[in-house]
């Protein structure tokens, strides 16, 4: 299963309202997380099979295991992929898990 992340097409500014120092600096903070979603999809995707586990299992290894270890969480609605960030464990998009 190949996991793809939305990514950020534009952020719509207008010249008369911004300055340009803000502008070029929500461009690049655009770019740049779009850039990280990248890359997280990269590596999910590079991983032939994470291990797929159930969403007491992830939270029974989550004290032990390392930052970036990722599982896929097979009884979630919808089926996700957990990641350890910061010693938590989280979903893709960043939320709290569980």
């Known amino acids: 299963m190949d996991v793809f992340l939305n990514r950020i097409d534009a952020a ?5 309202e911004f300055s340009f120092d803000f502008e070029s600096w929500v461009s690049n903070f655009v770019d740049g997380l779009n850039f990280t979603l990248s890359e997280i999809q990269d590596e999910i995707n590079s991983k032939n099979q ?20 990722m599982w896929y969480c097979t009884n979630s609605v919808p ?4 990641i350890k960030i910061d010693g938590a464990l989280r979903q893709v998009t960043h939320t709290a898990f569980p």
């Not at 994470?50 to 270890?69: F, H, K, N, S």
């Not at 089926?79 to 957990?82: A, E």
């Open 79 to 82: 089926p996700n992929v957990v």
């Open 50 to 69: 994470l291990p797929q586990l159930t969403q007491a299992a992830i939270v029974a290894l989550g004290p032990t295991a390392v930052d970036g270890e």
């Open 12 to 16: 719509p500014l207008y010249a008369e």
